[in-house]
């Protein structure tokens, strides 16, 4: 096996029933997928892998990917994360914490038992019900992000405090300074994780906002901008691929592409004529 030119960094949102709701995968087609990187000996790896890499540090064999979740929804533990402990697949979560609240661990999909599954909303309906208290059973809770953390295959990183705009229209520099530094400390406190990795909502930033990120202690920032993942990427910068096709072919040509940089440069290119 080679070495890795670039990692493809894949950005998935929701893996639940509702077949062709907004960013979301069926449980069968995200399985699917966890099949084929498991089939083809697909390394998967947290972010605190990926950095040495980016900087230089560290080489990685061929076929590496890194798998991401964006929001923290209910359906990442329902659905999601039975999966990935099934195939051995390692994901990062990006939690908004002032979503997340008390409670005890809801029952997965496939577990043994006869225990109701929770009822998970749309996107629409998810979007529309957080920041309202007692609607945080549509995100994931402390003790199942515990839970997720102590398997070994979760990471869990900050998507800010409260999930409101970055940008120059938004929030103030000292408000962004509050959102991630409450999100940070929240995640560090209550899952003893040490908290370095962020990703924008929506992918919306400022420089302001890279500046602030950085004195609050991030060492790296995620964006939802398309691209490959190589030495010498700005770790305030890192692209991602956002997975919204279930087919397997899909997949595996959008991993082929952004594992070579220049063929995922000259893809981008392309993209943004059209």
């Known amino acids: 096996m080679g070495r890795a030119k670039a990692v493809p960094v894949l950005l998935y949102h929701h893996v639940n029933p509702h077949r062709g709701d907004l960013v979301t995968l ?3 087609e995200f399985e699917a997928q966890l099949r084929y990187l498991q089939k083809r000996r697909f390394r998967t790896l947290f972010l605190d892998e990926l950095v040495p890499f ?50 005890a661990a809801r029952p997965l999909a496939g577990a043994l038992g006869n225990q109701a599954l929770p009822e998970i909303p749309t996107h629409r309906e998810a979007k529309a019900r957080f920041g309202q208290r007692g609607r945080g059973g ?10 997720m953390v102590k398997s070994g295959f979760v990471d869990v990183q ?21 959102e991630l530094r409450q999100s940070r400390d929240l995640i560090r406190e209550r899952l003893e994780v040490d908290c370095r ?17 950085k004195a609050v202690g991030f060492q790296a920032l995620l964006t939802t901008r398309r691209g490959s993942s190589r030495p010498g990427t700005d770790l305030y910068g ?20 952004y594992s070579h940089p220049l ?3 000259f893809y981008d290119l392309l993209r943004g004529k059209q």
């Open 138 to 147: 549509d995100s994931v809770n402390w003790s199942e992000l515990k839970e």
């Open 54 to 103: 980016l900087k230089g540090e560290a080489i990685l064999p061929d076929r590496t990917v890194a798998l991401t979740f964006d929001d923290g929804y209910l359906d990442n533990w329902v659905y999601a994360f039975p999966l990935l402990v099934r195939y051995e697949i390692k994901a990062t979560l990006f939690a908004v914490t002032s979503w997340v609240e008390e409670g």
């Open 263 to 265: 063929v995922g440069d």
């Open 238 to 257: 890192i692209p991602r691929i956002p997975v919204k096709r279930s087919d397997v072919g899909w997949l595996g040509s959008r991993i082929s592409i």
């Open 26 to 28: 069926t449980p069968n």
């Open 197 to 213: 990795f962020l990703s924008w909502p929506w992918g919306e930033f400022t420089a302001e906002a890279v500046v602030a990120a």
């Open 158 to 178: 900050s998507h800010t405090h409260t999930h409101r705009p970055i940008s120059p229209e938004g929030l103030s520099i000292p408000e962004i300074e509050l």
